[in-house]
Nanobody
Framework: QVQLVESGGGLVQAGGSLRLSCAASGRTFSSYGMGWFRQAPGKERDFVAAISWNGIHTYYADSVKGRFTVSRDNAKNTVYLQMNSLKPEDTAVYYC???????????????????WGQGTQVTVSS
């Protein structure tokens, strides 16, 4: 079992930056693929970014490519999402997720993930 706890959300003006963190419990974190998703009010949960177990492979949604960067520190059991040049349309609850078995790359679908955090709110004002 893995527990995920996100932090770092908040209110920021358009053009600003935030860094989200996701702390994971459990000894097997370093073997999991990790992802970030977001859900805006009244909308479905959308994929944002994913990173392989060793951090070598990353993948991004087109809407955030070039602005967001996903990284991980396996020694700290933590995955990060650096968000730059934020836009009002980035406003959402952001979730991190862990995938025990990565059968192919990228892992961008919700049902490919086994564990989810509780989410952290990101609000971008115009």
């Amino acid at each position: 079992q893995v527990q995920l706890v996100e932090s770092g959300g908040g209110l920021v003006q358009a053009g600003g930056s935030l860094r989200l963190s996701c702390a994971a419990s459990g000894r097997t974190f370093s073997s999991y693929g990790m992802g970030w998703f977001r859900q805006a009010p009244g909308k479905e949960r959308d994929f944002v970014a994913a990173i392989s177990w060793n951090g070598i492979h990353t993948y991004y949604a087109d809407s955030v490519k070039g602005r967001f960067t996903v990284s991980r520190d396996n020694a700290k059991n933590t995955v990060y999402l650096q968000m730059n040049s934020l836009k009002p349309e980035d406003t959402a609850v952001y979730y991190c997720a862990a995938a025990r078995y990565v059968r192919g790359w990228p892992i961008s679908k919700s049902d490919e993930y086994d564990y989810w955090g509780q989410g952290t709110q990101v609000t971008v004002s115009s």
